[in-house]
């Protein structure tokens, strides 16, 4: 598992890694198994809090 928290020396490597993610060049569809809405951001914190639903990583979307 990737952590993106910021933090020291790992900040150009993630700062690398979204670069990577934000270009296409690493797909994370795979691991993410779960979308909500912004508006449903307690359920979907409650689902991954919890590991339910077989829940690897949620992605919350904002308005389009």
């Known amino acids: 598992e990737i952590s993106l928290g910021l933090v020291g020396s790992e900040m150009c490597i993630e ?3 979204l670069r990577l993610i ?3 060049e690493i797909d994370t569809t795979p691991l993410i198994t779960h979308r909500f ?3 449903k951001i ?3 914190y409650r689902i991954f809090e919890n590991r339910l639903d077989g829940v690897i990583k949620i992605a919350i ?3 389009k």
């Open 15 to 17: 700062t690398e890694i």
């Open 22 to 24: 934000a270009g296409g």
């Open 37 to 39: 809405p912004l508006g």
């Open 42 to 44: 307690e359920e979907a």
């Open 61 to 63: 979307e904002g308005p």
